[in-house]
């Protein structure tokens, strides 16, 4: 192997060897058909597609609220506690053969509140997979309530207060759902009595929506990350403050083509992102209709824009500085990459 320039295959290996970080997963996006059928089966739920060939065939995204509407039809057959559990394990069996060692999930409550599921079912079971991945796969998880942006402010108080009793068992807030017409200034009340509780704070912003999003969301909801944040290079005065305040990019290549942000993985700018200095990170969104987990994100997106190994050890070494993680958690895992890249020949 050239030490130098790896090969295409050699830089694969790398890729999927890298130990990273997931930051922007939401579990209900894990959701594989599969198991959309089975939990279905289990729980008594009629869906309106015949068969997992069907629900698949569905899966034709024109932009963001045309996947939310199977999205939401999807969780629909989450009911209890163990579904709940079950989902999030089978993310995390993919996650450990993706070398993920750290994940922030996001979840979103209302989705199934809203049908009747108390709230303790979907944080419980969700907790009890995260406590067991940590014991028997390594992996530390940490789990970050959505409000859903569609939603009103009142229904977002209510969520946090019916969250509050659970505290221990999450670390932070997120906004998602459809963006454009959602604007962060919504949320601006929910989310500091979040951050009064101490909870950590992120925002999807500028995945469909304007670059003033992304500043409302720094702004008005004092987020820690961005969610996507893809437009930003439509502003660069946003630009230079996003690199100049280190603020991290939880950016979902497979998702942006899927729903249409972009026209193909070519067109992506996360090279650009990374050239402009910015903290972008690269993750799966929801990995079950988009497409693919974090390591094909990863192959994939290399291939499209001719990623190097530099830039490929950049991001990990990213995800870890954009976690919430504690400094000294996140100094173990920059020596496991530090590791991985002397294992595959590849300057640090
Ligand atoms: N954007 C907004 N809301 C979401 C997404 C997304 O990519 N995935 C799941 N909920
Ligand atoms: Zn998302």
Redesign the pocket.
């Known amino acids: 192997m050239n030490l130098a320039q790896p090969d295409r295959q050699a830089l694969h290996a790398f890729a999927r060897a890298m130990p990273k970080a997931e930051l ?1 997963i ?1 579990i ?2 894990s959701l594989e058909p599969e198991l959309i059928f089975a939990l279905a089966q289990r729980n008594g739920v009629a869906l309106p597609y015949p068969d997992v060939e069907a629900l698949r065939a569905a899966y034709a995204f024109t932009n ?1 609220q045309s ?2 509407d199977i ?1 939401y039809a999807g969780a629909s057959v989450l009911l209890h506690e163990q579904d709940f559990f079950d989902m999030a394990w089978a993310y995390f069996l993919r996650a450990k053969a993706d070398n993920v060692v750290h994940a922030e999930l ?1 979840f ?1 409550p209302q989705t199934h509140t809203d049908r009747g599921v108390p709230f303790a079912a979907v944080i419980d079971g969700l907790h009890r997979a995260c406590v067991q991945a940590h014991d028997q796969l390594g992996i530390r998880a940490e789990l970050i309530l ?1 409000f ?2 569609h939603l009103s402010e009142e229904a977002a108080f209510a969520t946090l207060e019916q969250a509050r009793p659970h505290r221990d068992k999450f670390i932070g807030v997120g906004l ?4 454009v017409g959602h604007p962060p200034e919504k949320f601006a009340r929910v989310f500091a009595a979040a951050r009064a509780l101490g909870l950590h704070a992120v925002a ?1 912003a500028g ?2 929506g304007p670059p003033q999003y992304i500043r409302d969301a720094l702004d008005l909801l004092h987020v820690q990350r961005i ?2 944040g893809v437009q930003a290079l439509n502003d660069p005065e946003l630009v230079a403050r996003l690199a100049r305040e280190r603020i991290p990019l939880t950016v ?1 290549p497979l ?1 942006n083509v899927k ?1 249409c942000v972009f026209k193909d993985l070519a067109q992506h700018n996360l090279r650009e992102l990374l050239r402009q200095g910015l903290v972008a990170t690269v993750n799966s ?2 990995p079950a ?1 988009f497409g693919g987990y974090i390591n094909q994100n990863f192959v994939e997106t290399l291939d499209a824009l001719g990623l190097d190994a530099a830039e490929l050890v950049t991001l990990a070494r990213n995800s870890f500085e954009a976690s919430f993680a504690s400094d000294a958690v996140k100094a173990g895992y920059r020596a496991r990459l530090e590791a991985c890249c002397r294992e595959h020949g590849i300057a640090a």
Request: with cysteine; aromatic share 14%; hydrophobic share 20%.
């Open positions: 922007h939401h209900e996006g963001l996947f939310l999205y996001f979103d959505c859903l942006r998602d759902s459809s963006e999807h995945e469909e969610d996507h979902c998702s729903l969104d929801d209709y």
